[in-house]
């Protein structure tokens, strides 16, 4: 399969423990998008890597959240203190970056964060 | 504020009839809009997309009509089939940012 992965499927932890959320992004794609979404919401924008930079991180909530994409591929979001309101389907998504706004985002099939 | 509306939380159609799904936007910075469709415990499946050069774009059953003036897209299905039963988002984008601004998603249900 040639689709984005994302590891663990599931994960629970307890409030105030450190997570780390893995995204393989489809082979040969540049771009690369973490969302979150929560029950009964559309996904909402949390950061984009354009290669190994990140591009726009705007919609990070706060400094307990980061990512980072080292070589360009694989991408890991990590949480810091995580708190109850952080349990949500963390989804990754990639692109080629062809054409600035035209491409279109492919998804994995998210990361399910319960915190206890 | 929420910038990309679905306003019907649910639509329940007969096999074989068409289903309409709407979608608002009031950014006027966008300029290019997507479908996706999700199945539970799985990630957004891409659908079909528009620029907003165009007014529409047909790929098989599925056919997205924008309306800028109006700010409002829709997507049509013909005919629905009982494998489209999923919640449908909609998303855009633009004014030269990549993130996808999301609508909260219309669950489809389509009765054999």
């Known amino acids: 399969g040639a689709g984005v992965s994302q590891t663990p499927s599931n994960k629970v932890t307890e409030k105030g423990k450190y997570v780390e959320l893995r995204c393989d992004p489809i082979s040969g794609h540049t771009a690369l998008y973490w969302y979150r979404q929560s029950l009964g919401q559309g996904p909402e924008f949390l950061i984009y890597?354009?290669?190994?930079?990140?591009?726009?991180d705007s919609g990070l909530p706060n400094d307990r959240f980061f990512a980072v994409r080292p070589e360009g591929s694989v991408s890991t979001l990590k949480i810091q203190r995580t708190e109850r309101g952080d349990s949500a389907v963390y989804l990754c998504?990639?692109?080629?970056?062809?054409?600035?706004?035209?491409?279109?985002?492919?998804f994995g099939p998210g990361t399910r964060l319960l915190v206890l | 504020d929420q910038q990309v509306k679905q306003n019907s939380p649910s639509l329940s159609v007969q096999e074989g009839r068409i289903s309409i799904l709407n979608c608002d936007y009031t950014?006027?910075?966008?300029?290019?809009f997507l479908w996706y469709k999700k199945y539970p415990a799985e990630g957004p499946t891409f659908l079909i997309s528009?620029?907003?050069?165009?007014d529409k774009n047909e790929d098989g059953r599925f056919t997205v009509f924008l309306n800028k003036s109006a700010k409002h897209l829709s997507l049509h299905i013909v005919p629905s089939q009982p494998g489209d039963s999923a919640v449908y988002f909609c998303a855009a984008k633009g004014g030269g940012s990549e993130k996808l601004v999301f609508g909260k998603g219309m669950k489809l249900t389509v009765n054999p």
């Open positions: 890597f354009q290669g190994t930079g990140a591009a726009d």
């Open positions: 528009i620029s907003s050069i165009k």
């Open positions: 998504a990639s692109s080629l970056m062809r054409a600035i706004g035209q491409e279109t985002q492919y």
């Open positions: 950014n006027s910075m966008f300029d290019y």
